[in-house]
């Protein structure tokens, strides 16, 4: 079998795609399909020999860097090129600073205790549900207070649910899809009006 070698594919605008494959076609067809575009839509695919040490992939953002890429902060945006001082790599994720670094860790440790606490609250108010995806954009804030704080989101199911509804936290009901609606008015036990009253 032919070893594995590094290609960077360009779309021309802002697709780029590091591929791996034994020819600069199938690392075109991987990149376009990578990218979102057709094949003819790629205007280069290069070998990238300096990349070929991290076959089959990932390539680790350092190494990214160290071949003339540059990346995002993850935490505030900001341009991040190998020579910008005081950068950190960690994995597939690079802050501008030590700063960013611990601000995206302190913000993910908060989202993970405020998806917990969602989580509790709304099985508490919605026992027997089946929670299907629970998102907290930041914190948990109610809605006339969200300045910054974003959506926090709990999709569910219940009993006799064709499709999946949601609760938002904030909120003193819940969007369920109108063909649902009699599903949940049977299981919760009441009628309409009284969901309209009480939430």
Known sequence: MKPLKAYQVHDGDEGWSIQF???SATARRHGANEIGCDWEDIESCR????????APGPVPVSAMLAAGWWFECMHCGTQVYDDHEGHIAEGQHVYCS????QREWLDRR???RAEVDLIELFEAKFPGCTIKHVHVYRRLEAKEH???GGKALVRFSFPGAKYQSTFEFGDDHVSIP???VD???A???????QEADHG
């Open 47 to 54: 070998r990238m020999p300096v990349l070929d040490q991290h």
């Open 178 to 180: 109108l063909i649902d």
């Open 187 to 193: 299981w919760r036990g009441t009628k309409p009006e």
């Open 110 to 112: 908060t989202r993970q």
């Open 98 to 101: 030590e700063r960013c670094s």
């Open 21 to 23: 494959a034994t020819n």
């Open 183 to 185: 599903a949940w008015h």
């Open 146 to 148: 969200k300045n910054d």
